[in-house]
């Protein structure tokens, strides 16, 4: 059986995660950034590749213009799912911290009555 919390135990790891969320918000600001920079990367490059490709028509320069960004594209799709997961991991952070309070809100009550 575990032992109840206490609300200093509680305290303490409401300050963790604020100190936590903290780090997760500079992270997904850095994340965005890299995104943002990654598709406008990808965006330029495709656009070039499709002005420089011979085709006869606008699906052959399309093929071609996809075929030369690939690398491109796929550093904007990883860039786009490290921002995913940062922006899960604040939600997750945030319900954790809803959910000490919760708890702390509770043992304060008990406290008091």
Request: proline residues 1%; charged residues 25%; hydrophobic residues 40%.
């Amino acid at each position: 059986m575990t032992e109840p919390l206490t609300q200093v135990f509680i305290e303490s790891e409401i300050a963790r995660l604020c100190a936590y969320a903290e780090n997760v918000t500079q992270q997904l600001a850095k994340r965005a950034r890299e995104s943002a920079q990654a598709d406008a990367d990808y965006k330029k490059a495709h656009a070039q590749a499709f002005l420089m490709a011979q085709g006869k028509t606008v699906g052959d320069r399309e093929a071609v213009a996809s075929l030369e960004t690939a690398d491109e594209y796929e550093r904007r799709k990883i860039a786009e799912a490290l921002l995913m997961a940062a922006t899960e991991a604040g939600r997750n952070v945030r319900a954790q911290l809803d959910s000490l309070r919760s708890l702390n809100a509770n043992q304060r009550a008990l406290i008091t009555n």
